[in-house]
């Protein structure tokens, strides 16, 4: 049994700055990839950014440049730096880990994003 626990979500203002943390525990692989999703209200879940075994990195076109994604292979454990944050980067970010094919995700944290 895999569980990504994520957590550092918060509230922040418009300009701000938050660093989420996900967390592998249970039965650990060593995922191929790690990433992050978030889905708004009334919005379909997007990809954020994710970050493969070997350090290769995606982001999507909105938030190239603000967020940085980073990963600990030892600790199974993936981040996602965020700053200049906006008010249209509010949702509830979740965790999203791949072995084999097989997606794994968190319970999701919320991001809060006040002008």
């Known amino acids: 049994q895999v569980q990504l626990v994520e957590s550092g979500g918060g509230l922040v203002q418009t300009g701000g700055s938050l660093r989420l943390s996900c967390a592998a525990s249970?039965?650990?692989?060593?995922?191929?990839?790690m990433g992050w999703y978030r889905q708004a209200p009334g919005k379909q879940r997007e990809l954020v950014a994710h970050i493969s075994s070997g350090g290769g990195t995606n982001y999507a076109d909105s938030v190239k440049g603000r967020f940085t994604i980073s990963r600990d292979n030892a600790k199974n454990t993936v981040y996602l730096q965020m700053n200049s944050l906006k008010s249209e980067d509010a949702a509830v970010y979740y965790c999203?880990?791949?072995?084999?094919?097989?997606?794994?995700w968190g319970q999701g944290t919320q991001v809060t994003v006040s002008s």
């Open positions: 249970g039965t650990v692989f060593s995922f191929n990839v």
């Open positions: 999203n880990a791949v072995f084999n094919s097989r997606p794994y």
